[in-house]
């Protein structure tokens, strides 16, 4: 016999997993506002470098390409390392 002329395997029932109740967890006003300033210091950037890729992209003008480089990876670095060191992450209140 060949390995397709084989009987079928059953297949095993797998057990399904209870449920789990998330608990919702509050974060202070300090954290709230530490994460917006990470989304808008990191998201900006990388709107305007994808939206100035995706013009360059579709217009066929390579020169769009440029400001795509800057905005995106050169300013988010830079962003990172300002958030990095800037972050009181360590601050108790």
């Known amino acids: 016999m060949s390995a397709t002329m084989t009987a079928a395997m059953p ?3 797998t057990p399904v997993p209870e449920t789990v109740a998330l608990e919702l967890v ?3 006003p300090t954290e709230i506002a530490e ?16 939206a100035c890729f995706a013009a360059a992209i579709g217009t066929g003008w390579g020169w769009l390409i440029g400001p795509a480089l800057v905005l995106g990876p ?8 300002y958030l990095g060191l800037s972050s009181d992450t360590n601050r108790t209140e």
């Open 74 to 81: 050169m300013v988010i670095i830079v962003g990172f390392i």
């Open 11 to 13: 297949v095993l029932a």
């Open 35 to 50: 994460e917006h300033r990470w989304l808008l210091s990191l998201g900006i950037p990388f709107v305007v470098s994808a």
């Open 26 to 28: 509050e974060h202070s």
